[in-house]
């Protein structure tokens, strides 16, 4: 299944773009460790703007940034939101909620709960019927959205935008899930007829049994601990190209090479 | 698509049946399992559709870890209509490493963290009997489906609110044709829990009684849980039934979080998106499984946008006065609904409704019939806007 990469997006602690991101990973620029800035969820009409939680914030603003890359809107692209744990805010909320004796959930926390939350805002943002996805599989979150969107690329022939983020929760259900660090990353992919400027994907099923670590001493606890930061494996071969492999399962594996 | 999935198995569990068998004499027979909710729900006047049996059901002792309600209702279905042996014939004809596992679920175990949230401890942590990977973790659910049956290939849980597991049909169906798996287990599991209830009591949409569907007096929703399994395979079976998923469509209303598009776009591209993949004109469609909540705003805009694609002479009806309303199971439970009712030549009725909405254009049916069917469409649409259609069909009796 091969794909057009037409627009990537990158945003993360100390890892501000995608440009920044590949002076790091190229060895260029040395990462600092510095506390993510989330940019407003411009995307939004005001009200919903101000309400928007930073997973929201954080998805919309990777989405935004690829679209722009690719010089696309966004309204006709189908979309694969892939996220580990989701809106951890809203759902500590929640559950805080259901352990006082009131049990009085928030009408509007409770519509934000559903896991394609960050979907639903985006395709009202940028008017997209396309269809959309939002899907989870734990550590392997990011090769299963690498995967479904390719499936969508290569079987349907429609463009995809995927954008993989999380965000770790706020305790106590931190200390029961700890993702390390909020990460996020989007990428237009479209199918290879089509014109664009980009490097081409080629993604196949593994005989491997381990994917390929990110060889970066600063960056490696960040891709180890949170799911969508298995990413950065991916975008490190996009700058030297070869062949990389990315789970997509606790037994699968796909093989992603580089056309130069 | 180039080549049409074949169903070669299916099982369900919900409020009006256990297995295939309990459900359709259940259909048969114009009997909901909607009831009054009990234990730490039953202040809520409302009906609920909840399945009996759950908290006996024990899982795999390799497998103890995943213990939740969500999951003992998956177990609880793998178990019934032969469902468990054919996924083990399939993972023997193919190999473990090719056959996927895609689930939908809306909320997963969260009952689990609720009963923790309300155990914290004084210094505010949870207790240490929670484990929120294998319970509250969305991937949970397809990671528990996946050891059960030592499968191997590629897994995942969609969470897209209320078309959730409609959805896992079509990933099976692109996994399929790319050639990357030869069987993928689709379907979904979702399970009464605080969260819902009392969400969906924050919005105001809960029926006092047993929901009522497309009825001009309809109160609202009843929400219920189930879990439904359906087994999708490049190859059909040699002899008997011909079950294929023809045709798939899947939009977004980019309106509303919660409300549906007024003039009902994302449903019309959905069902038009759905026959052209099929390659079906809307008269050739036998019998339409409607969303149909019991919502009067969801109700009215799905039956308009039916009667605007589809014309209004095909019968319908919400089958959600049975289960009630299953959430992130309801796309593959009405999936196995349209899968029984073309195996049993049967119209099931629009259970509980009395007299349709005064504004209702479609053909809906009142009582359950017989009719050998050919063409099904199920429709599904969530929250954020999410819809997805799907067409399953008779591939033995097609011209």
Redesign the interface.
Known sequence: ?KALVSGIAVLGAGLESWEETKAILSGTKEWQDQPLALPKAVVLPPNERRRASPLVRLALSVAQSACKAAGKSGATLD?VFAS???DGQV?HA???A??KPE?????TQ????????M???W??G?????????????D??FG?GL??AL??V???NRSVILVAVDYPFP???N???PIGAPFGVAMVLDPISHSGQGPIINVT?SDETAATPLHHMDLAPLWQACPPAKALSLLASLIKPGRIVIE?????FLNVDICP | MTRFPYVTAYTCVNAAGIGVDGLLQALRENRGGLLRPDGNLSDLDTYVGQVDGVDSVSLPSNLAQFDCRNNRLAELALGHSDFADQVVQARQRYGAGRIGVLLGTSTSGIASAELAYQNQRDDGSLPDNFNFRTTHELASLSDYVRLRFSLKGPHFTISTACSSSAKTFVDAAQLIAAGLCDAVVVGGVDSLCETSLRGFNALQLLSPEPCRPNDKARKGICIGEAACFVLLEREGPSDGRQIVLRGYGESSDAHHMSSPHPQGLGARLAMQQALDSAGLAPDQISYINMHGTGSAQNDRVEDAAIAAVLGSEIPCSSTKGWTGHTLGAAGGMEAVIALICLEAGLVPGNLNMKEPDDLSRCNLVEQTFDRPLIHVMTNNFGFGGNNCSLIFSRQDVMA
């Open positions: 299944m979309c580990a744990i989701g759902a929640i559950l805080s259901l352990s049990k009085a959930v928030s009408p409770f519509h934000n709960s559903v896991h394609n939350a979907a639903g805002y395709s009202i940028v008017g997209n019927h396309a269809a959309s996805t939002s899907l989870a599989a734990g392997f979150t299963s995967l479904k499936l969508t290569s079987q349907e305790e106590p259900l200390a029961m899930r099923a997509a399962g606790a037994d699968y």
